[in-house]
């Protein structure tokens, strides 16, 4: 089993930054792919970005250019550095890890961005 702890969500004013952060326990393989989605209200749930264990990104247009994901495989953590932020993107924001076929997510973390 794969348990996830997303962290570091918040409120912030548009333009503004925010860093959050995934950690993976339980039975972590050596590769995996680990990534955030987001859910708004009333939307879908999105994919936003995604890193390789072996380091290769994949970003959503959306976000490309204003975010940026990585991971520090020693302690089964990634991160998504988020910079000049919007309205459009308050949703809260799920951690994911998909390994040998099988796809775990976090509880999610609240991101507001006011304007």
Known sequence: QVQLVES???????GGSLRLSCAASGSIFSINIMGWYRQAPGKRREFVASITSGGDTNYADAVKGRFTISRDNAKDTVYLQMNSLKPEDTAVYYCNIIQRFRQYWGQGTQVTVSS
Do not use: K
């Open 8 to 14: 570091g969500g918040g409120l912030v004013q548009a």
